[in-house]
T-cell receptor, first 114, second 115 residues
Framework: KQEVTQIPAALSVPEGENLVLNCSFT??????LQWFRQDPGKGLTSLLL?????REQTSGRLNASLDKSSGRSTLYIAASQPGDSATYLC?????????????FGKGTHLIIQP | DAGVIQSPRHEVTEMGQEVTLRCKPI?????LFWYRQTMMRGLELLIY????????DSGMPEDRFSAKMPNASFSTLKIQPSEPRDSAVYFC?????????????FGSGTRLTVV
């Protein structure tokens, strides 16, 4: 059974810092990995999707990497802002080319202190 | 595009009652997924459909849960009878299944409380 783990469960940093969120997965036969943001009481907003053939993806201040051999993905947030405060979830697609649904980690709750 | 639309946003019901959650996927998407989120277990896949056909329902917790997709633009998740342990946020997501997968779009969820 595939498992996705996110450590730490919670993180608090001052505004302006660069930070890294970690995601590990147990099965290297992963087709893709997707990072989401979830605000309190809200749905999931897709941030970045990395295919297994890719090493990283970038969008604005966000950069996500994927290392299948080590079973790790990281989400790098540059110059953090209070508006970045949210729960960040990573999820792996393991079947059907990644199209058969996702296995989620439990998320990292991020607080950016003004 | 209005995104994935779920209704209702909140539902409070009494134990034993039937609950129906609704989802309208993004137009043109051919796969639809139902997830449940709880504090203890996080997000779990319940069932998914491809081209309106249920493909994998192994995540459905009990026979009290059922899901249908009568057409490409509508799906329901029904719980009958509901129990307090069914209280959770239920998310619907859709995607376009093709040679390369381009990710999932989630709805805003339905927060279900069974008292």
């Amino acid at each position: 059974k595939q498992e996705v783990t996110q450590i730490p469960a919670a993180l608090s940093v001052p505004e302006g810092e660069n930070l890294v969120l970690n995601c590990s997965f147990t099965d290297s036969a992963i087709y893709n990995l997707q990072w989401f943001r979830q605000d309190p009481g809200k749905g999931l907003t897709s941030l970045l999707l990395i295919q297994s053939s890719q090493r990283e993806q970038t969008s604005g201040r966000l950069n996500a990497s994927l290392d299948k051999s080590s079973g790790r993905s990281t989400l790098y947030i540059a110059a953090s802002q209070p508006g970045d405060s949210a729960t960040y979830l990573c999820a792996g697609g393991y079947s059907g080319g990644g199209a058969d649904g996702l296995t989620f980690g439990k998320g990292t709750h991020l607080i950016i202190q003004p | 595009d209005a995104g994935v639309i779920q209704s209702p946003r909140h539902e409070v019901t009494e134990m034993g009652q039937e609950v129906t959650l609704r989802c309208k996927p993004i137009s043109g998407h051919n796969s639809l997924f139902w997830y449940r989120q709880t504090m203890m277990r996080g997000l779990e896949l319940l069932i998914y459909f491809n081209n309106n056909v249920p493909i994998d329902d192994s995540g459905m917790p009990e026979d009290r849960f059922s899901a249908k997709m009568p057409n490409a633009s509508f799906s329901t998740l029904k719980i009958q009878p509901s129990e307090p342990r069914d209280s959770a946020v239920y998310f619907c997501a859709s995607s376009f299944r093709t040679g390369v997968h381009y990710g999932y779009t989630f709805g805003s969820g339905t927060r279900l409380t069974v008292v």
